[in-house]
Every structure is written in C-alpha cells, then in structure tokens.
C-alpha cells in the first residue's frame, strides 16, 4: 500500500503486539515506540516517544484479558496521543471486552458495554474500528464512527479452500438460539444447510435437553459461534451431536476468549477443529493441536489504509 509513513502512526500496549506488528506489516509500517509500564501500586504509565503532532494515530488494543488493564492502557494511550495533538485518534479494538453486558437483564445491573463506550469517547477517540461485536447494537452507545468489521468471511474461506466438497457434506450449526442469525450468514457463505440447537433446562440443577433443529446425521457439522469462553456451551454441543450421528464436528469462532478450563474441555471433547482469529492472542497453555489461528491482520491494514484516505470500507473484500 502506498501510504506515507509520517502522516500515520500505528501503536500498540501490552493487549495484543503482534497483531499490531502484523497490521503495520501489512501497510509496510513500523509499529510506533510506546513505553508503557507499571507503578508499584500498580497504577499504569503510558509515553507516546514518537512524534505524532497532526497525524492520523491508530491504537490496536483488544481489552481482552486482563480486560481491565487493557481497557486502562487504551484509555491513558488514547490521552497520551490527544494531548500530543495527534490529528485524529483511532482506536483499533479487535476484541471489545464488556461487550456481553448490553443490556439490563436483572434489576439494578450495570451496561458496563455502554460505560466503556463512553470511556473511550470520553478518553478522546475520534473513531473506533472493532471486529464481531457481541451484540452489533454496541455501534450506537458511541458518539464517534464505528467501523464494524466481520471475521466471518476468514473462517468461511479457510473452510472453503480446505474442503473440495463441502457443499454436499458439511452443515453449519447454532450452538444455540442466540447465535442464528450469524450462523445462517455463515451457512450461505458456505453454500451448506443450517442446523440450530435449542437447549433447555427444565428446572434448576437438571442437566440440559438439547433439542437439534435440522438434517446432520452422517454430515460433517461446523459449530459457529462470535467467542467462546468457558467452551462450556460449545462442547457439550459438540459431544451431542457427535453422538446423534454426526460424521465430525468442527468448530469456529473470531474471538478465542478461553478462559477457565476451556481448552481441556476442547481437548476431551469431540471437537476435531477448532479454527479462531488473533483479535485475542493465544498464551502458549492454549495452543493446543485441535486450535488453529488465523490471522484478521490484512483486513484490519485494509480498513486502516481506507480510513486513512478516506475511502468507503464497504469496498474492502473480507476474504
């Protein structure tokens, strides 16, 4: 890409550094100097070293875990980069922590994801480029642009290049009811069916029913979810369908949260594949052999470049 190396700047903290790298790469960039350290109590310091008066600055930090150290980083980065009168402040945010707390779902409970939205406004972001969010509805708690990017289209050819066939022997499932609408944009990327599990819990301290909606008997099912966390709910929909005669079972995601025991339930589990994006990097415990990673990198350079220039990311292929 063509672009000018003092007019933008591309920094990182401590959320997700080589994703930074592999973005800059792409735009043949280098990642700018950022110190960022800790003081005993813990307080967190951040020092932009490199020049940015007037340029166009992006901060790519997920605030995954540790979510709220992330979260601090971006914040201070953010006010770093203003007060050093950078022209326009962009926050890259591959993986949006609180995203699942969107609404008030029991009396006198927080919208932490609304309150984060602020934060980064607040912080002096001028627009905010993110990746799957749990709940697309999140865009509309900013007052500042949103750039809403979809992973889908990296895992759907991942799959289509690996698989000759996959049209006549693969079913893309729901690992519940939640997840349909994504998984049924998933399945027509594909060009296969769609299968939903439907899961119920008769009363407190029963184990669940799962009710399967749809043909997967002797077909190889791809389980599609936006992250997976405790991988509670993605394996037991593993195993169920593993034994109601499924062929394999694949499963897939943007956000690869996994904490917990989440990948020793992924190793025991009947999961032969697990395919997940780097908006969340992997610590060595969790590069297990069934995790394969794939890199949103060079979709992320791309919506980089056109904010940049000013072009409209409706053009950017996603594949």
């Known amino acids: ?53 007037g340029a166009d600055v992006f901060i790519v930090q997920p605030t995954c875990f540790p979510v709220n150290d992330n979260l601090m980083e971006l914040l201070i980065t953010i006010d770093a980069a203003k007060r050093a009168s950078a022209g326009r402040i962009n926050a890259v945010v591959p993986y949006y922590g609180y995203a699942r707390q969107d609404r008030k779902a029991k009396p006198r409970e927080a919208i932490s994801a609304k309150l984060v939205a602020d934060l980064i406004t607040s912080a002096g972001a001028d627009r905010v ?17 949103v750039d809403h990017l979809s992973g889908m289209h990296i895992i759907a050819n991942y799959y289509l290049n690996k698989y000759e066939n996959i049209s006549e022997d693969f079913v ?20 296969i069916p769609l299968a939903i599990i439907d899961k119920r819990r008769p009363k407190p301290n029963v184990s669940e029913i799962m009710n399967i909606i749809g043909e997967f008997k002797d077909k ?47 190793s025991s589990s009947a999961i032969s594949e697990l395919v997940v994006l780097d908006t969340i990097p992997l610590s060595a415990e969790r590069k297990i052999g069934k995790i394969r990673q794939l890199s949103t990198a ?15 990311l409706s053009k950017i292929r996603e594949m």
């Open 298 to 312: 060079k979709l992320f350079a791309d919506a980089v470049y056109r904010i940049h220039e000013g072009l409209p």
């Open 172 to 191: 893309a499932m729901s690992p519940d009811l939640g997840s349909v609408a994504r998984t049924r944009r998933f399945a027509e990327l594909l060009n």
């Open 129 to 145: 480029i993110t990746m799957d969010l749990h709940s697309a509805q999140i865009q509309g708690f900013f007052n500042i642009p």
């Open 220 to 266: 190889n099912v791809i389980l599609f979810d936006d992250m997976i966390d405790t991988a509670g709910t993605i394996t037991n929909a593993a195993n169920a369908v593993k034994e109601r005669g499924a062929k394999n079972v694949y499963a897939c995601c943007t956000h690869p949260v996994l904490s917990g025991a989440a990948t020793e339930r992924i």
């Open 1 to 53: 890409m063509d672009i000018g190396s003092g007019s933008i700047k591309i920094f990182t903290c401590n959320g997700n550094r080589a994703l930074a790298e592999r973005i800059a790469d792409n735009l043949g960039l280098k990642v700018g100097e950022c110190v960022v350290t800790k003081f005993s109590d813990g307080e967190i310091s951040v020092r932009i070293v490199d020049t940015v008066r």
